[in-house]
């Protein structure tokens, strides 16, 4: 049985976790090995949406896809690449019981330094002249909003990293850690071999819990199929921005090729699913959700067709929102459960987990490590936004 060494290795190369490898590679700290059972981006990676918003009604979140913001416009200069990212702006709509709490959060993200403002109704027809806008009350506006790509971003971040010196396994699968007491010393590989470490990442998504079960550690992950439609309008549209309508609760998004992705923002009942053996294409019932929800929110769409469909799954927590956490073994740090918003604050994930391995805590005050504990669900302190929006609170 052969031994390899390492100083870190990540379980998982995902978006997170070639992230992590990218934010450990920028600090100076290349001795990392990223175990991938399959290609890098080859699972839930690349059924991501793409949104990128900063618009949250938690600070250090909100903080967080800031941050990713940066990263995703200077894509060029870091990577050397297209990651995928177009800045079409983002307009989120609400209605009168929401008015109040978008106010509110548009103010507390500005503190944490997102640019982001309100927009009166007639710059918004300008932007969605397709839309019926009259349900709506209030709307925020991030002119540096858009969608990107995750797959290719993962990518960005795996070539970066490898560049730097990390080594990336492909097609390797880890059967289990390895651990001394109460610490973890590395991990086992399927073909038995062993990598041994002082730290060990684990970035595994929907495929968390029962990993780590195995070893009385509970992370509360339910994993939720979400089903996307795309949809040919029948017309051509300008230059249209990402639109959230927490209204009739969906999302729609330009894309390349001049579709529009189509996502339902109700979630408040989960289809819970099995991660490796789900439907990968929407059922009817969605069908006819986005057949009535956008019909309804774009009268002009008279001859809009659906073109494809397709399904990937949420690592969903209690609250939410993920577990970016050490322990509760030595040299164990968890990234997981990122509830559909992994994307957009994927580069900032990768520095937190990268602060918590090197120094044991966040440096970046807007980011306490504290808000994505492991413990707080034991604790019962769940991270939650302080200006809910009736409907649709999961996601903001």
Same mark, same amino acid.
């Given at each position: 049985?052969?031994?390899?060494?390492?100083?870190?290795?990540?379980?998982?190369?995902?978006?997170?976790?070639?992230?992590?490898?990218?934010?450990?590679?920028?600090?100076?700290?290349?001795?990392?090995?990223?175990?991938?059972?399959?290609?890098?981006?080859?699972?839930?990676?690349?059924?991501?949406?793409?949104?990128?918003?900063?618009?949250?009604?938690?600070?250090?979140?909100?903080?967080?896809?800031?941050?990713? +913001?940066?990263?995703?416009?200077?894509?060029?200069?870091?990577?050397?690449?297209?990651?995928?990212?177009?800045?079409?702006?983002?307009?989120?709509?609400?209605?009168?019981?929401?008015?109040?709490?978008?106010?509110?959060?548009?103010?507390?993200?500005?503190?944490?330094?997102?640019?982001?403002?309100?927009?009166?109704?007639?710059?918004?027809?300008? +932007?969605?002249?397709?839309?019926?806008?009259?349900?709506?009350?209030?709307?925020?506006?991030?002119?540096?909003?858009?969608?990107?790509?995750?797959?290719?971003?993962?990518?960005?971040?795996?070539?970066?990293?490898?560049?730097?010196?990390?080594?990336?396994?492909?097609?390797?699968?880890?059967?289990?850690?390895?651990?001394?007491?109460?610490?973890?010393?590395?991990?086992?590989?399927?073909?038995?071999?062993?990598?041994?470490?002082?730290?060990?990442?684990?970035?595994?998504?929907?495929?968390?819990?029962?990993?780590?079960?195995?070893?009385?550690?509970?992370?509360?992950?339910?994993?939720?199929?979400?089903?996307?439609?795309?949809?040919?309008?029948?017309?051509?549209?300008?230059?249209?921005?990402?639109?959230?309508?927490?209204?009739?609760?969906?999302?729609?998004?330009?894309?390349?090729?001049?579709?529009? +992705?189509?996502?339902?923002?109700?979630?408040?009942?989960?289809?819970?699913?099995?991660?490796?053996?789900?439907?990968?294409?929407?059922?009817?019932?969605?069908?006819?959700?986005?057949?009535?929800?956008?019909?309804?929110?774009?009268?002009?769409?008279?001859?809009?067709?659906?073109?494809?469909?397709?399904?990937?799954?949420?690592?969903?927590?209690?609250?939410?929102?993920?577990?970016?956490?050490?322990?509760?073994?030595?040299? +164990?740090?968890?990234?997981?459960?990122?509830?559909?918003?992994?994307?957009?604050?994927?580069?900032?994930?990768?520095?937190?987990?990268?602060?918590?391995?090197?120094?044991?805590?966040?440096?970046?005050?807007?980011?306490?490590?504290?808000?994505?504990?492991?413990?707080?669900?034991?604790?019962?302190?769940?991270?939650?936004?302080?200006?809910?929006?009736?409907?649709?609170?999961?996601?903001?």
């Amino acid at each position: 049985m052969s031994t390899e060494t390492a100083s870190i290795v990540i379980i998982g190369g995902g978006l997170e976790g070639v992230a992590t490898a990218w934010a450990l590679a920028q600090r100076g700290i290349t001795d990392v090995v990223v175990c991938e059972r399959d290609t890098v981006g080859g699972g839930m990676t690349g059924k991501s949406s793409g949104i990128v918003r900063c618009h949250y009604g938690v600070s250090s979140l909100a903080a967080m896809a800031a941050i990713g +913001l940066e990263v995703f416009e200077k894509a060029e200069e870091i990577f050397g690449t297209d990651i995928g990212f177009r800045q079409t702006g983002y307009v989120v709509g609400v209605g009168e019981p929401n008015v109040e709490n978008l106010r509110k959060s548009l103010a507390a993200q500005r503190e944490v330094g997102v640019q982001t403002e309100e927009m009166d109704v007639s710059e918004v027809a300008k +932007l969605w002249p397709a839309a019926d806008l009259e349900p709506f009350a209030a709307f925020g506006w991030e002119e540096r909003g858009g969608y990107g790509d995750a797959y290719q971003t993962a990518q960005a971040f795996a070539a970066s990293a490898r560049a730097a010196g990390v080594r990336i396994k492909q097609g390797t699968s880890v059967s289990g850690l390895l651990t001394d007491g109460e610490r973890v010393t590395g991990v086992e590989l399927a073909d038995h071999s062993t990598i041994s470490a002082d730290t060990v990442v684990v970035a595994t998504g929907v495929w968390t819990k029962p990993f780590l079960d195995t070893y009385g550690i509970d992370v509360p992950i339910t994993v939720h199929r979400e089903q996307i439609v795309m949809i040919h309008p029948g017309m051509e549209l300008v230059a249209v921005p990402v639109f959230s309508d927490l209204v009739s609760l969906q999302y729609v998004r330009p894309d390349v090729r001049g579709e529009i +992705l189509f996502g339902n923002s109700d979630l408040a009942e989960l289809e819970v699913a099995n991660p490796d053996g789900y439907l990968n294409r929407a059922d009817e019932a969605f069908l006819d959700l986005t057949v009535d929800k956008v019909g309804t929110r774009f009268p002009a769409f008279t001859d809009a067709s659906i073109t494809s469909s397709y399904a990937g799954c949420y690592d969903v927590t209690p609250d939410w929102n993920p577990v970016i956490s050490t322990g509760p073994l030595d040299g +164990l740090v968890i990234a997981a459960g990122f509830s559909g918003h992994g994307f957009k604050i994927s580069p900032a994930v990768g520095r937190l987990v990268a602060d918590l391995v090197v120094d044991g805590r966040s440096n970046d005050p807007r980011i306490p490590e504290s808000n994505f504990r492991l413990s707080r669900f034991d604790d019962g302190d769940l991270l939650k936004t302080k200006f809910p929006y009736v409907g649709a609170g999961e996601m903001r």
